[in-house]
């Protein structure tokens, strides 16, 4: 009876080989002292998967480029790299976190890098509702720190705010800065409608369209929720006022870009740039071959980066990270906000020589020279809930000369801070279906966004 | 089937069974604090889940692919009832700042309820019917959490276990607190089900899975049964669901999705569908399969191509081993330990009713 | 009672949506009345093109769960893996329109596509994902027949390896290697990117949605020229009746379930050609229409074609008024309510249809 044998084998060797792994992993490992454990959370699957290379690839950049280490493959940043040192310790890299954009997975992957691998240091997540979680977690275990790679949600560091998480790059509120302002001074909006994916991130980048615009004097007509598991846009899109009724659409859907504006052609006929206003989703992430070149000369709210920036510092930051990983995207916010995080993390090393926990969320820096940021002699600052005040640049789509179709800086807007001059208050709700509300306020940067030409930030403030 | 309480093989599962529990207890003592409060607790609290699983199947003739749901369902009203919100509060859901002791039994009773309200509406439905029917009451449930966005939204509802009941006290300090709960909360529902398989219900539920058409002929309001019977599975699934928002903290849509469910069939198979044992030993199969395998990744395809057929990762691990265990020992774990008796003892004849095929009797009607 | 209460419900809905809402007023005062555009006498416009969506999502829908149904009708497999064939279909048409239209990768302007850039990569992933299907078919579930358990969960270890795969391996060519997530999107041929005027109520319609309308009648008319005019339809209807007497009678029924497999999948890639093209695929889709098959078919009944047609028109239905005709009140910006509740009311029908009917609209009584 071979098959019965069989039956039999395969399943028993499989519970041996289990055993074994179990028994290995079960009894206690003493954590190697001295070196600093570093873990980096990104995606691996999910709508973001693809930035898997691209964070680490940032991170790792800016460790080799600042504290001494050695990639192993240029064109792998996955592969690893070795020699890192700061503040006097080695620094090891303990694991990489592979996300899914989703909560749950956050938490099991953080509780595997801080609890399994015993991280010290979590450079990382990359998305908004994995901030959240992971901000959650960070409150109950204050002796790990957290420097946020990319996540754009509000709350971790406006409600949840735990003292030992770190931003260096603005929320997706703050990368929309300012374009509301550019669609009622240059595109003559009085009134617009706004659409956004029913969950954080849409919430959170329809807040900063919604709170400049209605800061200048605009009024938003109507608020459209999609779901973001949804088929079928139709039903969502004829609940926006026909193009006749209404100035101009904000449009805060990434989950589903392209299905989304299908839809709109097909209830109302071709869509004309000059009304719509997008965010990152419209020209990042792939959208840039999709959904970009129908919308060319469609102003966008951006990823905090200021791509084809011809400022000094900003040629430094590229060249330095190009020296590393030759093919990385050097003005894509995944790769710039990780460089960003993980430099910060050495800075902060090298000040607490090399020591973890409170002593080393006491140094980490107040401030950082950002590559694309220009205010304050080009420094971003963290204000009190260690969140940055960053300089944001608004963008437009054009044709290149080779036909492609890509964003292009057009508006630098100084020294963005989360709280929009106060509209955002920590005892406030996060931004959502209902805020904010439309206000007309002023905000810090109102009236003083600048053109840029050509990758130069001109002294023509925008009318 | 048995000739008494003290079979050779009964003697030998409950000196196994009785080895088990002494190391259980003496576990934060033996092992790592990280094997102890992530792995052991968590295999106690989706034993628990799974358990309602195999209750469900084993006695009742019912897959039911809702208990992730329900387990879901429990975790998110004590999540909104018991967080608090304000000024470094909690910003998602109610966020009613109930006293943890009402948010529990609230939870329970509440998720009980909506079982036996579902188990109403699927009773009339038999065998792979029924299972697309609770299949889909999952992953409703899943969007409605996710789209409903009062309760939550696809943000998680976080720091759920730092509002824990007074007469349980701080258990993130004190994880180990959390483990004995979740292992005393294990054995109760154990004894709970082998309890309740022989009372009238318990049995007349067997009966109903066996020949309902006799059973109703009898008078028996064998819908009326499947309900109740649901129902049951659904306060199991509750004790999980509360364990498991205290032990992860948090929780979100991603916890009532499709893979999730998916991952609790997988457990309730790997374990094995007929006996309730294998509902803590398939936990533990997979949740350790989980943890340590996670490491392992396929080359993707690479530019130069090499291996470009086979990339993916620890998902596709998991789908072969379930894949292997369906088509070679479909009574999963403790199919297998029924094998290796018969096998030692060479046994003859027909083998054991529990352990043979992963669908206990199937159901006559469609 | 709950018939009596069910059939006040529906009446409620029809009087709601034709005569009782309001269109939301200028000062954003509103009430539980308040819907997005009022009520069909206050805007008979929009009551026609919520029509109209519903009837071409219908469409849509059709395809897919037609396939889904004819394999679970003839078979009695549910097959979990009906989402990933969508999805991987989806991904291969996308692959070939690559192909045949070097231009540009990734996008395609809809002026450059013609019919046949459409047609022959739907042809060709229908091919491919029905191999598929066969493969799975002949490998895994021959020899299996008559475990329906065992076959669902054979056909669920499928759909984890297959998605995961997919992830890894999708989109291939184009832009989204470096750049994107794994969305890929089709164009539709030039020709359909226009609306045309319905002179009923002043209203222009989407040409392209009308086109999916039509293939779905087209799909519908053809499999049901195929049940009842051929031969091998013949056979399949007396499978759904009476499997056993069929195969008793000497009809080589393992071919015909092969053949219905082949067709059930092809069907889920034309579907998922259909959904690349409106909006496009990426991973996570197959459990939303996995979802959409299983509901259609719980409601329509299984093996009924009438019965996808049904559930298609019926789930269409609530999915697109849901989000129209639900109260949106308090104000013009429509913020708080209701909206999101839309996936409530997918629940809602299913319990309503297995009030009246366990088996679905068209099912065979059980």
Redesign the interface.
């Known amino acids: 009876m071979k098959v019965g044998r069989w039956k039999l084998l395969l399943p028993l060797a499989l519970l041996t080989v289990g055993a074994t792994v179990t028994a290995s992993g079960a009894l206690a490992t003493p954590a190697q002292s001295g070196a600093v454990r570093v873990a980096i959370m990104t995606d691996c ?6 930035a898997y290379e691209l964070d680490i690839g940032g991170a790792q950049a800016a460790f080799a480029q600042y504290a001494g280490g050695k990639v192993k493959n240029k064109n792998k940043p996955s592969a690893g790299m070795t020699g890192i040192s700061a503040g006097g310790a080695d620094v090891n890299i303990v694991g990489y976190g592979c996300g899914d954009d989703t909560a749950a997975t956050a938490v099991k992957e953080t509780r595997r890098l801080m609890e399994q691998l015993k991280a010290d240091v979590m450079v990382g997540p990359l998305s908004g509702d994995e901030a959240v979680a992971v901000a959650n977690y960070a409150k109950a275990h204050t002796k790990q720190t957290f420097i946020i790679g990319t996540a754009g949600s509000q709350d971790p560091t406006m409600q949840i705010a735990p003292k030992n998480m770190f931003r260096y790059h603005g929320d997706g509120a703050q990368w929309n800065a300012g374009i509301g302002e550019i669609a009622y001074k240059k595109l003559g909006w009085r009134n617009a409608a706004i659409i956004m994916d ?1 969950y954080s991130f849409g919430w959170t980048s329809a807040a900063g369209m919604i709170a400049d615009f209605c800061a200048v004097g605009g009024k ?8 973001l ?1 949804n ?6 899109v ?2 926006l006022p026909a193009p006749d009724k209404v100035d101009g659409y904000f449009w805060a859907i990434g989950g ?1 870009t ?3 504006l ?2 709109f ?3 109302y ?1 071709k869509a004309d740039p000059k009304q719509f206003i997008g965010n990152l989703f419209f020209a ?7 959904v970009a ?1 129908k919308f060319v000369g469609a102003y966008l709210g951006g990823f905090g980066t200021g791509p084809g920036l011809k400022t000094k510092q900003a040629k430094r930051y590229e060249a330095a990270l190009l020296s590393h990983y030759p093919k990385l ?1 050097t003005a894509d916010g995944f790769v710039y906000n990780y460089y960003n995080a993980a430099w910060a993390l050495v800075q902060g090393l090298e000040k607490s020589g090399g020591a973890v926990g409170a002593a080393l969320q006491k140094a980490m820096p107040r401030t950082l020279a950002s590559g694309y940021e220009v205010s304050d002699d080009g420094k971003v600052k963290l204000d009190s809930r260690r969140q940055a005040i960053q300089d944001q640049y608004q963008l437009q789509l054009v044709k290149n000369k080779d ?2 179709v890509g964003p292009v800086v057009i508006a630098y807007v100084p020294n963005v801070d989360q709280s929009f001059g106060g509209l955002f208050k920590p005892s406030s709700p996060p931004p959502g ?2 805020q904010p509300a439309c206000k007309k306020q002023k905000t810090p940067w109102q009236g003083k966004l600048k053109a840029v030409k050509n990758g130069v930030i001109t002294k023509t403030t925008i009318k | 089937m048995s000739r008494g309480a003290w079979t050779p093989r009964a003697i030998v599962e409950r000196s196994l069974g009785l080895a088990a529990l002494v190391i259980a207890l003496l576990g934060p003592a033996i092992f790592s604090s990280y094997f102890t409060t992530t792995i052991l607790t968590s295999t106690f609290i989706f034993g628990i889940a799974a358990a309602s699983l195999i209750f469900l199947s084993a006695y009742g003739g019912m ?1 039911s692919l809702s208990q992730t749901a329900l387990m879901g369902i429990a975790g998110y009203v004590v999540g909104n009832l018991v967080t608090k919100g304000g000024a470094g509060g909690e910003t998602k859901g109610l966020i009613l700042g109930w006293d943890p002791t009402l948010a529990l039994v609230f939870a329970i009773v509440i998720t009980t309820a909506i079982g036996l309200i579902l188990g109403l ?2 009773s ?6 029924f ?3 609770t ?3 999952g ?2 449930a899943n ?2 959490f996710g ?3 009062k309760l939550g939204g696809f943000s998680p509802i976080a720091s759920i276990n730092l509002y824990m009941p007074g007469w349980i006290g701080d258990i993130v300090g004190h994880p180990d607190k959390l483990y004995y709960i979740a292992l005393g909360v294990s054995l109760f529902v154990y004894v709970l089900i082998r309890y309740l398989v022989r009372t009238p219900f318990g049995i007349s539920l067997q009966g109903q899975r066996d020949e309902p058409v006799r059973l109703a002929s009898l008078g028996y309001t064998v819908p009326l049964h499947r309900a109740l019977a649901f129902g049951f599975g659904a306060f199991v699934a509750s004790l999980a669901g509360v364990l498991f928002v205290w032990w992860e903290g948090q929780i979100s849509p991603q916890n009532l ?2 893979g999730a469910t ?1 991952d609790l ?1 997988i457990i309730a ?1 790997i374990g094995g569908l007929g006996r309730i044992e294998g509902a803590w030993l398939g936990a533990f199969a997979f949740i350790v399969i989980n943890n340590y395998v996670r490491d392992i990744q396929f080359p ?2 690479s530019e130069k191509g090499v291996l470009p057929w086979i ?3 620890f ?2 691990v ?3 081993v ?2 292997l265990i ?2 070679l020992s ?1 009574g999963g774990l403790v199919g297998i330990w029924d094998r290796v008796w018969d096998a030692a003892r060479r046994r003859g004849g027909p083998p054991h009713a529990q352990s043979e ?3 206990p009797a ?1 159901v006559a ?2 | 009672m709950p018939r009596a209460a069910a059939a006040g419900l529906v009446v409620f809905a029809t009087l709601f949506v034709l005569v009782i809402a309001n269109p939301p007023s200028e000062s954003g005062a509103g009430s539980w009345r308040t819907t ?2 009022g009520s069909a006498f206050d805007d008979p416009g ?1 009551f026609m ?2 029509l109209l ?1 519903t009837v ?2 219908a469409g ?1 829908l059709f395809i897919v769960a037609s396939g889904f149904s004819l394999i679970f009708g003839l078979m ?1 497999v ?1 097959n979990m893996a009906h989402g990933v064939f969508y999805l991987l279909g989806g991904y291969i048409a996308y692959e070939v329109q690559q192909r045949l239209t070097a231009e ?4 395609v ?1 809809g002026e450059l596509v013609n019919t046949w850039e459409w047609l022959i990569p739907m042809a060709v992933a229908m091919l491919c994902i029905g191999a598929l299907g066969l493969v799975i078919e002949q490998g ?1 579930l021959r020899w299996n027949q008559g ?4 076959q ?3 056909t ?3 759909a ?2 297959i ?3 997919v ?3 999708f989109p ?1 060519s ?10 890929a ?1 089709i164009t539709w041929p030039g020709w359909m ?3 045309i005027d319905l002179h009923v109520a002043g209203v ?1 319609y ?1 040409l ?2 009308l086109a999916i309308l039509a293939l779905g009648v087209t799909v519908g008319v053809s499999l049901w020229l195929w049940l009842h005019r051929t031969r091998t339809g013949m056979v399949i209807r007396a499978g759904v009746d009476d499997r056993q007497m069929t195969s008793v009678l000497g009809i080589n029924i393992g071919r015909t379930f092969a053949i219905a497999f082949f067709v059930g999948s092809a069907l889920a890639a034309m579907g998922g050609t259909v ?1 690349a093209s ?3 695929v ?4 197959d ?6 098959s ?2 259609v ?2 409601v329509g009944g ?1 093996g009924s074609l009438v019965g996808a047609a049904v559930g298609s028109l019926l789930v269409a239905f609530v ?3 849901s ?2 005709y639900l109260p949106s009140t308090g104000d ?5 309510c209701c ?6 009311f ?2 809602v029908l ?2 309503l249809v ?2 009246f009917r ?2 679905g609209l068209f099912g ?1 009584a ?1």
């Not at chain 1, 938003?220 to 779901?227: A, H, L, W």
């Not at chain 3, 013009?332 to 708080?336: F, K, R, S, T, Y």
């Open positions: 699957k999910g709508g973001f998967g693809f029913d938003i007509t109507k608020r459209v929720f999609p779901p598991n088929a079928d846009y139709a039903s969502f004829r609940q589903n392209p299905g989304s299908t839809a052609e097909q209830a006929g990042f992430l792939g959208n840039d071959k999709v070149p995207p036909g492609s279906r209902s | 897959i509406v699927a009339r439905s038999f065998g792979i019917y299972l697309m029917l299949l889909t009451f992953v409703i969007y409605f789209q409903v966005t999705g499709l998916i069939l198979v993707f395809a990339g993916g990762s998902n596709t998991i789908g072969v379930f894949l369906v088509l479909p095929g992963a669908e199937a009607s469609s | 997005n555009s929009a093109a919520n969506d071409t999502l849509w009695r549910v540009t990768p990734g996008f302007p895994f475990q329906d358990l065992r669902a969960l054979i669920i270890a499928i984890v390896i998605a995961d795969q992830t890894a391996h291939r184009g832009a989204f290697q470096t750049g994107g997530g794994n969305l999107t990117e226009r609306r222009e989407s392209t949605r959904g409106q909006g496009g990426a991973s996570g889709q459990g939303l229409w996995l979802l959409y299983l509901v078919v719980i299984m999915l697109t008024f989000a129209s013009p910006a429509g913020i708080e909206t999101q509740y839309s996936i409530t997918t629940f299913i319990a297995l009030a366990p088996q065979k059980a």
